[in-house]
C-alpha cells in the first residue's frame, strides 16, 4: 500500500539521501547527529523555520529524569517510579534499558555544549516532580531546561543538512519497506528517496482547543505511519498537564506552569482554598500527573470553577529559580509572588504513538520513530514527569544509529508517489471542540461515540500544503486516538472514563 495524499503535481523535484529525519527537536536532531556521525548522508526536514519557538523541546521546563552515578539514586529506583506511575502498562525491559542509558546520553548532551544548573557545591541540582520518590531531575535557565537542550541541540546540528518549510506529507514504500519521503515546500512538492526515514514529530496536543504544545504538534508522525501500515499503540493515553495556565484566553498553545514547583512545596487549591490533594493520595500535590489532573478536573466539574489555583507563594526564590513561569504569569497579570497563580488541566503529551522498539525500530522495515512520536512502552498509560527528554535523548540516539546500519545493508532505494489517495479531514476548530469535550480528561462511551459521528462526516481534502496536510492528520489521529479510547472501557492511567464504575484515584504507594 502507498497511501500517498492526493497532492497536484507530486514529485515536481527529487533528490537522496540515506537517512530523512522529521523533526528538529530532541528527537530529531539527536538521531540526526548519530545518523550523520555514523557517516551516512543525513537531510532533515522541519515543517516550520527552523527557529526558538517551533519545538516542544524548546518549551521543556521540569528538566530531565536521569540517575547520576555515584548518588544514592538508582536505575532500579527510577525504574521503579517509572511503571508505578505508568499503571501497569509499561513494558519494563524498554523502562530499563532507556533509563539505564540516560546518564550516558545526557553526558553525550553536556559533550554537545549543553549547561545544566550547579548548586553551591558545584554538582548538578535535582529537584522533584510528580510521581518521583527521589530528586532526580536535572534542569537549566532554572525552568527554561528546554531552551537550552535545543539550544545546544541547535548549534550542535549545524553540520547538518536541515531544510526548514518542509513537510513530509506522505511516507513511501513497496510492498516490504521505506523507499522515500513526500515533501511539501514552497516552492512545491518533492521526493526524497532513502532508505532509511525518522519521524522524530512530537506530539499532538491540537487535537484539543487548549494545549501546552507548540503550533506544529498536530500528531503528523502518527497520521505519517498510519496511513504507511506501520503499527501504533497507547493512544487513548494523552496526558493532561495539571498546571496549564489559564487566562480566559479561547485556545491555542497556552503556557505551562511547571510541576517542579510542586516539588518545591507549591500546594493546589480550588477556589475556595481548599487543598485539592489533600486526602486524594498519599504523595498529594506529587502524586502521578494522571491523579492530579483528575482530581484537578473533578474538583471544576464539582464546584462549576472556571479554575483552580496553584499556589507558590511559599515556593523560597519563587522568580528566580522560576524564570519562565514568572514571566507568563505576569504577562497575563499574575504576580506568582503574591498571587496564586490560575490553571486548568491542558492537553500536553501523548503516551502512545508509533509502535517502536528501544531502538527506534517500527514495524515496517526501514521506518524508525523517536521521541514523543513513538511508543516504546516506556510511558504506559501515564508518562512520569521529565521522563520525555530523556527518553527522545536516549532513542533518538539510538534510532539514529540503527536507521544508518539499515541504509548501509539496504542501499539506495527507488520511491514511486504514483498512487495517490484522498485523505479526508473535517473543520479544525470542530474537532477540536469535539475532542475537548468528548475525549479529555474524563471520558465515556457516549461522548467518544459523538466524536466518531462528527469523524465519520470528513470529506476528502487534497493536500495541497502544511496547513491542509495537519487536518488530514489531526482527522486520522483522532478516529485512532477515538476507536482506541473507546475500545478500553477500564479506567487506566491518563484515560478516565466515567462510565466504568471502578473509576476512582489510583493508588500508588
Ligand atoms: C510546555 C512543555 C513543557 C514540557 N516540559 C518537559 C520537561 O520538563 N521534561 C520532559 O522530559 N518533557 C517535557 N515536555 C515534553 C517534551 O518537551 C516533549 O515531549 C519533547 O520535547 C518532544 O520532543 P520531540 O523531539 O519528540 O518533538 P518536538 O520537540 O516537538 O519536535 C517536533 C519537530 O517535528 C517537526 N515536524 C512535525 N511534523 C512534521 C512534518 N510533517 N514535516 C516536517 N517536520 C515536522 C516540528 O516542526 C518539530 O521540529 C514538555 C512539553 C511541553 C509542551
Known sequence: MTATPACGGIGRWQQRADVVVIGVGVAGLTAGLAAHRAGRKVVVLAKTRHAPGTTATHYAQGGIAVVLPGTEDSVAAHVADTVAAGAGLCDEAAVTSIVADGYRAVADLVGAGAHFDTGADG????????????????HAGGDATGVEVQRALDEAAGILDIRPQHTAIALLRDDEKITGVLVATPDGPGILHAPSVILATGGLGHLYRATTNPDGATGDGVALALWAGAEVADLEFIQFHPTMLFDGSAGGRRPLITEALRGEGA???DAAGEAIMAGVHPMADLAPRDVVAAAVDARLRATGADCAYLDARRVPGLARRFPTVTAACRAAGID????????VPGAHYSCGGVRTDPHGRTTLAGLFAAGEVGRTGMHGANRLASNSLLEGLVVGGRAGVAA?????????????AD???APVAVDRAALQRAMSTGASVLRDGAGLAGIAALLAGARPLPVTGRRRFESAAL????????????????????HHRSDDPSNAAREVA
Do not use: F, K, N, Y
Open 123 to 138: 554538582h548538578w541540582s535535582l529537584t522533584r516532580e510528580g510521581g518521583h520518590h527521589r530528586r532526580r531531575i536535572i
Open 267 to 269: 500546594i493546589l487549591r
Open 336 to 343: 506568582p509572588v503574591r498571587q496564586p497563580i490560575p490553571i
Open 404 to 416: 544508518a546500519e539499515h541504509a548501509l545493508a539496504t542501499g539506495p532505494t527507488r520511491a514511486r
Open 419 to 421: 498512487e495517490p489517495v
Open 475 to 494: 482527522t486520522a489521529v483522532a478516529d485512532a486516538v477515538v476507536t482506541a479510547a473507546a475500545r478500553r472501557t477500564e479506567s487506566r492511567g491518563c
